[in-house]
């Protein structure tokens, strides 16, 4: 029973560590372009222009 004096402190603090690392992904803009690169992808930047 006295586990439980560990496991639910750690089990707190873990939790607010991922929310905190999700809050600072977020207000540093890591889900601004989710389809950017999937675009850029398809984007044939090496074929010179025929003309």
Known sequence: M???LYLVPTALGLGLLALAAFT???KSGQYDDLEG??????????VKDPS
Request: no cysteine; glycine share 0%; proline share 0%.
């Open 37 to 46: 690169a999937a675009h850029r992808i398809l984007n044939d930047d090496d």
């Open 2 to 4: 006295t586990i439980l």
């Open 24 to 26: 600072w992904s977020l």
